[in-house]
């Protein structure tokens, strides 16, 4: 039998409730930090990176001439005073802090010291005990269809971590979801699956070498873990997003198709995710630039072709 510690820590970025978009119903989302994709379109880049990052939020700063702390405290001399600007709270004029990134080691000493907030870590670590507390404060409101999501990220990187979790909340009669890339070994789903209800697996593309290009990684991994899913009793919510110019064509959705129709019942439902770019402000909190500046939504009616297409595969689909 695989043994597991029982003192586990994990590393999040947050641990959202009421949350309505991961899964059935009302839902508690853990995100795990760390993933070994790098999607073009990723709306979580903070995510990517099992180390913490340096995370700037230039509303929260209350300016060097009230603080400066985090100036005195860098010992790269990585943060430095910008051009003093307009206040948006009154008149007056405030200075804030730049960040740069070339000299910046991620220490997080700054983070420390800052009394504002503006300037924290990309994440946290916590005890299995805590997430289990957290959860369990949001109970009340689950109902019949919800429950606990696992998220990241990848949560199966901290494959210990995502199976304590999932185990103590099946433990307690709670539904487990665990979203998932798919890009993980096998028997690590195999070990996992008594203690999931449902796995939101994503499908980003068909095609392996535009998988590399698109996500960093070949798609082998990821379909051979459906179908070991499926094979194995379990159950898929697969979810594409659709991002035109890159995984948005007809081509595209009907192999996706094709192979979805090949899992058989496995596949609870076929979630459409149109592409949007909501989260590029959290590529510039680390420091980074977002790729895809030049890429627009879906078209209603694009969106709707593909979901005629999955319907007419006798696929249970929607739009999300």
Known sequence: MWLM??????????IQGYSVHDGP??????????????????????????????SWFDMRCIGTVKCGLCINVCPNSALYEREPEKSLIDNSTI???NIDRSKCDNCLACTKVCPANALVPSGYDISLEDVFKRIIKDKKYYGKDGGVTIS??????????????AK???ESNLTVCVDTTGFAPGEN????????????????HMDPKRSRNFVGVDNELILENAKLIAKNGGKLQIRIPTIPKLNASMEN???????????????????????HNMGTTKYLRIGLNYKLVNVDPPSDE?????LDLMLSYDLPAQIH
């Not at 789903?189 to 980003?204: A, G, Q, R, S």
């Not at 694009?302 to 593909?306: A, G, K, T």
């Open 253 to 275: 959705m009907m192999k996706t198709a094709d192979f979805c129709k090949d899992l058989g019942d496995a596949v609870t439902m076929i979630q459409l995710l149109p592409y």
């Open 95 to 97: 200075t804030k802090i």
């Open 189 to 204: 789903y195999e070990k996992i699956l008594p203690y999931v209800d449902l796995f939101l697996f994503d499908l980003k």
């Open 152 to 165: 990241g990220g990848e949560p199966m990187e901290q494959f210990e971590f995502t199976y304590a979790i």
């Open 302 to 306: 694009e969106m709707q072709s593909y």
């Open 25 to 54: 119903g009302i839902r508690t989302t853990v995100f795990l930090m760390g993933c070994p994709l790098t999607c073009l379109w990723c709306h979580s880049p903070e995510s990517q990176n099992y180390d913490f990052q340096l």
């Open 5 to 14: 510690s029982e003192n586990i820590k994990g590393r999040v970025y947050d």
């Open 168 to 170: 103590r909340c099946k």
